[in-house]
C-alpha cells in the first residue's frame, strides 16, 4: 500500500517545498520507494530545489492533467542517483510546468485536480511506491483541497506567528473535514531563543495534533534559495538531525 503525504501551509513561504523534499530523499535514504509530485501548479518550484532542468523532464503533472499524456507515470523523472540515494531505495519525481504560458492555464488545470488520485494510483502500482510526497500551492485551494483529499497524511507546516496560527486553525479543521487519517504539524524557521517544550505544547493544545518537528532558522537553509536537496547537502547538520527523525516517524 503506497501512503499518500500532503504538505500544506495557510501561508506562502513556510518551507513546504524544501521539507518535501529532504522528507523524500530521507526516506528514500532508508530505503524506500518514493515519489515527490510537484502539486503546486500555480508556482511550482520542485524542480529548482532537486535541481532538474524543465527540459529533462519527460511530461509535467499539468500534462497528465490535461490528458496530454496517458498517465502520471509517463512524467516521472527518476532522479535516485542524482539524489545520492542508495538501493534498494527510490527516488522518483514529477514536477509541474513552470512555463508562464501554462502557468496563466493553472486554473483550467486546477479544475482537473480531481483526476489526480487517478494519477496517485497509477504511479504507486508502476513504481511500487512506498509514499508520494505531495507538495501544494498555499492556502486553501484546489489543488491543495484535491490533494489533500487523497491523502493518507497532511503534514501543516506553519512558523510562529499569529497569522500562521489562525491559517492554520483552518487548515487543521479542513483536514478533519476531508478525513485525513493522520495530521501532523511542522513548525519551521524557530528563532533562536525560543523554548522548544512551550513552542510545541503550545501549537499541540492549539490544534490537537502531534508536532512531528521543530526546525529552527538556519542561515543555512536560507542560503538553499537557489536550489539542492538540504539533507544531501548537509549530511551532519542538526537540521538533517531533525529531517531524519521525522522520516523515521513517517515511517512507524
Ligand atoms: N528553517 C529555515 N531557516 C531559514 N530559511 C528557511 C527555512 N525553511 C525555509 N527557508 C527558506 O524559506 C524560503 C521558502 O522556502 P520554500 O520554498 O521551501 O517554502 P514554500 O512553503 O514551499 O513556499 P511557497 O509557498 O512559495 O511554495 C526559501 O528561501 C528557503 O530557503
Ligand atoms: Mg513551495
Not at 513556510?14 to 530521507?26: C, R
Not at 519525481?93 to 486554473?107: L, M, N, Q, R, Y
Not at 493522520?182 to 522548544?196: R, S, V, W
Amino acid at each position: 500500500m503506497t501512503r499518500v503525504i500532503s504538505l500544506l501551509s495557510f501561508r506562502r513561504g513556510t518551507g513546504k517545498t524544501h521539507i518535501a523534499a529532504s522528507l523524500a530523499a530521507a526516506l528514500a535514504a532508508r530505503g524506500f520507494r518514493v515519489g515527490l509530485v510537484d502539486a503546486d501548479i500555480q508556482s511550482p518550484s520542485l524542480h529548482i530545489v532537486l535541481g532538474i532542468s524543465p527540459d529533462s523532464a519527460p511530461g509535467f503533472l499539468n500534462d497528465y492533467l490535461t490528458g496530454d499524456i496517458p498517465g502520471l507515470y509517463a512524467a516521472v523523472l527518476e532522479i535516485t542517483e542524482q539524489a545520492d540515494i542508495s538501493p534498494p531505495g527510490r527516488l522518483y519525481a514529477v514536477i509541474s510546468d513552470p512555463g508562464t504560458s501554462t502557468i496563466a492555464k493553472a486554473f483550467e488545470t486546477d479544475l482537473k485536480m480531481e483526476q489526480l488520485s487517478r494519477g496517485f494510483l497509477d504511479l504507486s502500482s508502476i513504481l511500487h511506491l512506498d509514499y508520494i510526497i505531495a507538495d501544494t500551492h498555499s492556502g486553501m485551494n484546489q489543488e491543495s483541497l484535491r490533494s489533500l483529499a487523497v491523502s493518507d497524511t497532511a503534514l501543516l507546516v506553519l512558523q510562529l506567528d499569529r497569522q500562521h496560527y489562525e491559517g492554520t486553525a483552518l487548515l487543521v479543521d479542513m483536514v478533519r473535514e476531508l478525513n485525513v487519517s493522520q495530521t501532523y504539524l511542522i513548525i519551521n524557521g524557530i528563532p533562536f531563543g525560543q523554548d522548544p517544550h512551550r513552542v510545541r505544547d503550545e501549537a499541540e493544545n492549539a490544534f490537537k495534533a502531534e508536532v512531528i518537528g521543530m526546525l529552527p532558522h538556519s542561515n543555512e537553509l536560507l542560503e538553499m534559495s537557489s536550489g539542492g536537496i538540504f539533507v544531501n547537502r548537509f549530511p551532519d547538520h542538526p537540521l538533517t538531525v531533525i529531517f531524519n527523525l521525522m522520516a523515521e516517524r513517517l515511517a512507524d
